[in-house]
């Protein structure tokens, strides 16, 4: 046996020779594993360079609307007008929730569970008519801003909004959320916001979403697993508490001591710093230029001028109190601001990000489908082998 040292957080790798077989890698977490090819994105973390279906993302984010960024997903192009319609129509024409869905989510607000958890049993129901893939795709993503804003609502006690058939994907579902038709610059942001998060490499809750239609499990199947892995802190992450830094610093004189107080404590900087990413995030750039349109016409510029000079200031004393670990920001930060702009409460802001990751997913599921291979990764056993059997009144 091998032992290499791994190259972060001091994972070690072991390969293992086994008879007849090829070389076997063990990485925790996978970490480095390159399970499969795809068209769909491209994420390079060294250079901060994130591609989707072809674009550098600060080229389509900013542009495309989000049906335009689905169609592009589903098939490698973008759509001319008549497909673009065509898709739009296909969509407005699903939003409507089937009654088991309704039911599953007044029984949730009942019992006040997370949206997230309520947006993981709403979504079980849309599969329970028999559909081609392709159908049950735009089911889910039509439905899903359905399912997110009439729990909202639910939960507070308020009668759902019917979805308006003449709004875009983005548009109905702010409509739905707050029943009134939000301006061009809020839908605008949201749309590009959608666009970003839509997809983003091999993580957590697509390669969940692939391991089950590898299976030739149904689409529906697949992305009810993407949501649950989307549930945990780890993955889903907490773009919330990003901006309730900016609050409890409140006045730009207050932003150093604050942050340099938490950083000496310890605490983390949330909205800083990325796994993947080792430069800044190229997803905080559009953001920020998304965040700033909006607030200039629809929301509080004081705000987005005080969370600049937090984000300018936390990079500076990131840089002071960890040299070379190059903590810049991530998508969470201006994820948090933009969507408060929007009037969204934080705990809506892991379900709207699924509601731009879902095109990620059945993409990614429609991808699966075509290459028709199992994935199935092996394990080391680290059990004993030399057990015997002793009688339950030996025990």
């Known amino acids: 046996m091998l032992t290499i040292p791994g190259k972060k957080r001091g994972i070690k790798e072991e390969i293992f020779e086994m008879s007849d077989e090829p070389t076997v890698v063990y990485a925790s977490g996978l970490e480095g594993v390159v399970v499969t090819r795809t068209r769909l994105s491209s994420v390079d973390g060294e250079a901060g360079r994130l591609v989707i279906a072809g674009f550098p993302v600060e080229e389509l984010a900013g542009r495309a609307s989000f049906e335009e960024t689905l169609y592009l997903l589903w098939n490698d192009a973008l759509p001319d007008g008549e497909q673009l319609s065509a898709l739009r129509k296909d969509l407005a024409a699903r939003r409507a929730l089937p009654r088991s869905a309704v039911g599953v989510l007044e029984a949730a607000a009942a019992e006040r569970v997370p949206p997230m958890t309520a947006l993981r049993m709403a979504a079980g129901t849309l599969g329970l008519k028999d559909g081609d893939a392709r159908d049950d795709a735009l089911t889910l993503v039509a439905a899903f801003p359905s399912i997110v804003a009439s729990y909202r609502r639910l939960s507070q006690g308020q009668e759902t909004v019917e979805p308006d058939p003449e709004l875009s994907h983005a548009a109905n579902y702010l409509?739905?959320?707050?029943?009134?038709?939000?301006?061009?610059?809020?839908?605008?942001?949201?749309?590009?916001?959608?666009?970003?998060?839509?997809?983003?490499?091999?993580?957590?809750?697509?390669?969940?979403?692939?391991?089950?239609?590898?299976?030739?499990?149904?689409?529906?199947?697949?992305?009810?697993?993407?949501?649950?892995?989307?549930?945990?802190?780890?993955?889903?992450?907490?773009?919330?508490?990003?901006?309730?830094?900016?609050?409890?610093?409140?006045?730009?004189?207050?932003?150093?001591?604050?942050?340099r107080g938490k950083l000496e404590r310890g605490e983390r900087l949330m909205g800083f710093g990325h796994r993947v990413y080792k430069v800044r995030d190229p997803r905080a750039d559009v953001l920020a230029a998304a965040a700033e349109r909006m607030?200039?016409?629809?929301?509080?510029m004081e705000l987005y001028r005080l969370a600049l000079e937090v984000e300018k200031t936390a990079i500076r004393l990131l840089a002071e109190h960890k040299p070379g670990r190059n903590l810049d920001t991530n998508v969470e930060f201006y994820t948090a601001l933009l969507l408060h702009g929007l009037e969204l409460p934080t705990e809506l802001f892991t379900p709207t990000f699924a509601i731009g990751r879902v095109g990620g997913w059945t993409a990614h599921c429609f991808e699966q489908q075509a290459l028709d291979r199992l994935i199935r990764p092996q394990s080391e056993y680290a059990g004993r082998e030399d057990r015997s059997w002793v009688p339950l009144e030996e025990r």
């Open 295 to 300: 607030y200039a016409t629809d929301a509080d």
């Open 175 to 259: 409509y739905m959320l707050s029943g009134e038709v939000p301006s061009a610059e809020q839908t605008r942001a949201l749309e590009t916001y959608l666009n970003t998060v839509s997809d983003h490499g091999m993580n957590a809750s697509t390669f969940a979403a692939r391991v089950i239609v590898s299976t030739r499990s149904d689409i529906v199947s697949a992305v009810v697993g993407a949501v649950g892995a989307l549930k945990g802190p780890l993955h889903g992450g907490a773009p919330g508490p990003a901006l309730d830094v900016v609050f409890e610093i409140g006045e730009a004189e207050r932003a150093e001591p604050v942050l």
